[in-house]
């Protein structure tokens, strides 16, 4: 009985190593969703993504230039008291973009893959529409996730 246990328990071990992988990730998974909940967050559809504010002049000139990276399900959210066209520039970007713009609760429009630009960036990117928030994200996000303008967000700061 020993012997049929010991050969089946280098059957055993590996499995169970498996397992607890797998299980692994699928706790890791909720704990990040969890984190994303319990600050500043969107969600747009089922797609809850971690935010950071800018809602001050120097935070919104500043955006994301100069980072090196954006987490995967994270993004920066600018919030205006107004609602105006807005346009955006990819100034000191080292990597690309989508950027959702808002109006109240809804996209609007979203503008996709923009490629990062240096300190005196040529392209500039704008709403078409009146908006009192812009969201960025990282490049093939909103394709991937299958957000879509008329998509409702639901925002949590």
């Known amino acids: 009985m020993v012997k049929i246990i010991l050969r089946h328990l ?3 071990i590996p499995l169970v190593i ?3 992988f797998f299980g692994g990730l699928q706790y890791k998974k909720s704990v990040r969703i969890e984190e994303a909940l319990a600050g500043p967050h969107v969600k747009i559809n089922k797609t809850v993504i971690a935010v950071e504010v800018a809602d001050s002049p ?32 990819m100034r ?33 990117y704008g709403s078409e529409y009146e908006v009192n928030h812009v969201l960025e994200l990282n490049a093939g996000f909103s394709r991937k996730n299958k957000i879509e303008t008329g998509d409702k967000i639901e925002i949590n700061i």
């Open 92 to 124: 000191e970007m080292n990597f690309p973009l989508d950027i959702l713009w808002i109006k109240d609760g809804e996209i609007v429009k979203i503008s996709e893959n923009l490629p990062p630009e240096g300190k005196n960036p040529e392209n500039s």
């Open 58 to 89: 120097g935070e919104q000139y500043r955006g994301l230039s100069n980072r090196k990276s954006l987490n995967k399900h994270q993004g920066m959210l600018f919030v205006f008291n107004n609602q105006i066209q807005r346009v955006f520039v």
């Open 18 to 20: 498996i397992l607890s």
């Open 10 to 12: 280098k059957f055993i």
